[in-house]
């Protein structure tokens, strides 16, 4: 079973359940490794020797691949010839829908901008997969390292979003989670409903530009408390506070209830109606561009 990373816990409404988190994704790759160009040391991030601690020049870094007993030391145009059409291409082998793609595989997206005498089937490439509600499937070499990808269409531009291969997704197995279906995870119908209802109170439209990360302007604020006080050199003593206890099942029906009723009184969010997304933010007119997001 994997360790986890962070324990906490999920909370809607005045629900709480504590959690672990478990990394979902493994590493699957060949790993370059630095060597010193002379003396064949392997090199740290830092670019310090690290059996002698020497500092190096980037100049004098090369690349190799431990195999056996021994480093094969290779140089970028080396690399680049064992496949010279893949690391100049993005070759889309299938098309799917975006749906058909689970979640857990999107890794890291980018922008996709024609170059001089490549946007009409640029353009033609997007309205299609706009029209068709789909995305493709590629292969693609960044970086020195093969990526299966998506090309997904916005209104705007064609997306490459980099996917995990299979062999670096995780599957479930060690994890202790509760029996699917309601009869064998215990979950009563009226609990079913009430939290059904509570999910549908608490939707709304999806816009990426109604959050904000909270957590950095609270350190940058705890940061400046510190600093107009005269303690940016100290270290306080702090109370941590306890994290909730999981309800019991007695008082889940009624933490419901006190939820439902919460979100009952409680006023809508109101936007200006001056407000709008960013055109690269606003949703598109076909599935396909989903998740992009």
Request: charged share 30%.
């Amino acid at each position: 079973m994997s360790r986890a990373i962070w324990k906490g816990a999920v909370s809607f409404g005045l629900l709480h359940a504590p959690v672990a988190l478990h990394p979902a994704t493994q590493q699957d790759e060949i790993d370059f490794a630095w060597l010193q160009k002379d003396t064949l040391q392997p090199v740290g991030y830092k670019r310090v020797v690290k059996e002698t601690g020497e500092e190096i020049d980037r100049d004098d870094i090369i690349k190799a691949v431990k195999y056996k007993d021994k480093y094969v030391v290779l140089s970028d145009e080396e690399i680049r010839s064992a496949n010279v059409k893949s690391t100049h291409e993005i070759e889309i082998v299938a098309f799917t829908d975006a749906e058909d793609v689970n979640f857990l595989f999107f890794e890291t997206p980018y922008y996709l901008a024609p170059t001089k005498g490549g946007e009409k089937v640029y353009a033609l490439l997007r309205e299609a997969l706009l029209d068709a509600g789909k995305i493709g499937i590629a292969l693609v070499v960044l970086h020195q390292k093969q990526h299966l990808a998506a090309l997904i269409p916005t209104a705007q531009a064609l997306v490459l979003n980099t996917l995990r291969w299979a062999t670096e997704v995780r599957d479930t197995d060690g994890l202790e989670l509760p029996p699917a279906g309601m009869k064998a995870a215990a979950v009563k119908k009226k609990e079913l409903e009430m939290a059904t209802q509570l999910i549908e109170s608490m939707s709304e439209d999806w816009d990426p530009t109604d959050y904000k990360d909270s957590f950095r302007d609270d350190i940058m604020a705890l940061v400046k408390r510190k600093y107009d006080e005269g303690q940016a050199e100290q270290i306080s003593e702090v109370q941590l506070e306890e994290p909730e206890e999981s309800a019991s099942e007695a008082d889940l029906t009624e933490l419901l209830r006190q939820s439902l009723q919460g979100r009952t009184h409680r006023p809508a969010r109101s936007r200006p109606p001056s407000r709008q997304a960013p055109p690269h933010l606003q949703k598109t007119r076909h599935r396909a561009t989903k998740a992009v997001h």
